[in-house]
């Protein structure tokens, strides 16, 4: 059995908020677990990974949910120690001064492409081939 994994988009400012989200329950409720940071460069970011109803359900759902592959049922319990090992991005800024001037800034959308090659570099995510049904 494997789970569908996607990339997922809410409202956020001044960009979009992206995350992870693993469908668990793809035959009854459609819902799953979100692996994602939240905070600000202006603070730092946490990870704030949760279990959650489908995106889709969300007053902030963009309309992108995009299918970026699978995950066995064996490898799930993996997920994740290998985002939790992808730092959240730190603080940025000090004001309007930024701290590390020769880093590029790094959120929650640099976060999620890490995490994701992380997952695909030590072959829990899988490619997306067809959506994984088994009900």
Request: with cysteine; charged share 20%.
């Amino acid at each position: 059995m494997s789970f569908n994994v996607y990339l997922v988009e809410s409202l956020g400012a001044p960009r979009n908020h992206r995350a992870i989200f693993v469908e668990t329950e793809e035959c009854g409720t459609g819902s799953g677990y979100l692996y994602q940071v939240s905070g600000n460069i202006q603070n730092g970011m946490i990870h704030a990974h949760k279990q959650t109803k489908q995106p889709e359900t969300s007053p902030t759902f963009t309309g992108v949910k995009e299918l970026i592959g699978t995950v066995t049922s064996s490898n799930y319990a993996h997920i994740r120690s290998v985002v939790d090992g992808i730092p959240a991005p730190k603080k940025q800024f000090d004001g309007p001064k930024k701290i590390f001037p020769n880093e590029p800034l790094r959120r929650c959308h640099e976060w999620t492409d890490e995490a994701i090659q992380a997952l695909r570099d030590r072959g829990i995510l899988q490619r997306p081939g067809s959506p994984s049904t088994s009900c």
